[in-house]
T-cell receptor, first 113, second 115 residues
Framework: GNSVTQMEGPVTLSEEAFLTINCTYT??????LFWYVQYPGEGLQLLLKATKADDKGSNKGFEATYRKETTSFHLEKGSVQVSDSAVYFCALRETDSWGKLQFGAGTQVVVTP | DAGVIQSPRHEVTEMGQEVTLRCKPI?????LFWYRQTMMRGLELLIY????????DSGMPEDRFSAKMPNASFSTLKIQPSEPRDSAVYFC?????????????FGNGTRLTVT
């Protein structure tokens, strides 16, 4: 079946540091890939997405590239801020099961001043 | 755009009581999802609807759980009777488009505590 594996948290960084959160997936077809972010006390919000191999999603300084050869979709940001402290979820949706968004376990990121 | 609205934000109840969680999707969205979030199991899809019709309820854990969508602007998730292991954050989400590219829009969740 489909699955999404994320690096475990928490990840603790200083402000302006470089952030990478690893995400790998298994899927039988050609899934779409997503990163969602959850701020404390809130629901998940879409951060970025990529729908085919080599696509790069980007938003708010975050980027992730859909790498089919390594089945990965790592999230990166060059210079984090305290406001980036949140839980980040990698997710996939298979080609023919669009309703079922498969989430990873989430990675908590803590950015200190 | 008011977003997906869930109520209540917090619910504390005793074991054996009935619990009803409510959701108002974004106007015009044809798809509605109920998720449960726990530390142990992460995010789990419980059920989703398309045009008010349940499409997949394979994630509903037990017969104690039921969900309805009487119209396009309202859905409920009911647990009867509730148990301590049902304690979790329950999220409702909606989506406007078909296809695998469309994102889900989540509400802020209902934190349920069953004592």
């Amino acid at each position: 079946g489909n699955s999404v594996t994320q690096m475990e948290g928490p990840v603790t960084l200083s402000e302006e540091a470089f952030l990478t959160i690893n995400c790998t997936y298994t899927a039988t077809g050609y899934p779409s890939l997503f990163w969602y972010v959850q701020y404390p006390g809130e629901g998940l919000q879409l951060l970025l997405k990529a729908t085919k191999a080599d696509d790069k999603g980007s938003n708010k300084g975050f980027e992730a590239t859909y790498r089919k050869e390594t089945t990965s979709f790592h999230l990166e940001k060059g210079s984090v801020q305290v406001s980036d402290s949140a839980v980040y979820f990698c997710a996939l949706r298979e080609t023919d099961s669009w309703g079922k968004l498969q989430f990873g376990a989430g990675t908590q990121v803590v950015v200190t001043p | 755009d008011a977003g997906v609205i869930q109520s209540p934000r917090h619910e504390v109840t005793e074991m054996g009581q009935e619990v009803t969680l409510r959701c108002k999707p974004i106007s015009g969205h044809d798809y509605l999802f109920w998720y449960r979030q726990t530390m142990m199991r992460g995010l789990e899809l419980l059920i989703y609807f398309n045009n008010n019709v349940p499409i997949d309820d394979s994630g509903m854990p037990e017969d104690r759980f039921s969900a309805k969508m009487p119209n396009a602007s309202f859905s409920t998730l009911k647990i009867q009777p509730s148990e301590p292991r049902d304690s979790a954050v329950y999220f409702c989400a909606s989506s406007a488009e078909t296809g695998r590219y469309s994102p889900l829009h989540f509400g802020n969740g209902t934190r349920l505590t069953v004592t």
